[in-house]
C-alpha cells in the first residue's frame, strides 16, 4: 500500500510537471506539446486515481474567484494548437447521445487552472485530509472529464 504523504509527492510532482508543460507551450511546436502533454495527463490520470477516498477535517464552500487569466491561457493555447483544437466526443459514454465538440485549448487550460488551484490550497492551513479530499474531488468531478476527452483526442491525431 502506497503512503499518502508519498502518493501526495507524486501527485504534487506530476502536477507541477503539467503547469510547467502547458507553461512551455509558447516556445515548442504544436506538435511537440501534444505529445508532451499527452504524456504527462497519462502520468496524471494514473496518479489521480490512486488518491483515497477520505473525509474532509472541515466543512465549507471553495471561494476562489474566477481567474480572468483563463482566457487568455485558452486564447493562448488554441492559437498554438490551431485545426487540431476542435474534436468531436459523447459527453456521457454511459447513455446513448448525440456528439459534441470538444476543445483541447479548453481542456486543458481548465486541468491548468485546476491543479494550480488545488497546489495553492495545499499551501495554506488546510489539514492533509483536506488537501487529498479537495484533490480527489476535482479530479472526479471536473479536471479528470476535461483529461479524458483530450488525451483521446490526442491519441486520435496520431501525435508523437
Known sequence: MVDNNE???RFRAT???FIEVVDAAP???ANTFLANVGRIMADLYTIALSLPAV???TTGTDATPFQT???NTRLSLQEKIGSL???WQVFDSSRKEEPVQGSLSGDISEIYFDLKRSLEFEQTD???SDVLFDW???FRSHWGRHLLGALAAIHHQNVE
Do not use: C, F, N, V
Request: hydrophobic residues 35%.
Open 15 to 17: 502536477a507541477l510537471k
Open 136 to 138: 480527489r474531488l476535482d
Open 55 to 57: 473525509e474532509p477535517d
Open 126 to 128: 488546510a489539514s492533509r
Open 85 to 87: 483544437d476542435a474534436y
Open 7 to 9: 502518493l501526495m509527492q
Open 69 to 71: 487569466d483563463r482566457w
Open 27 to 29: 516556445h515548442t511546436g
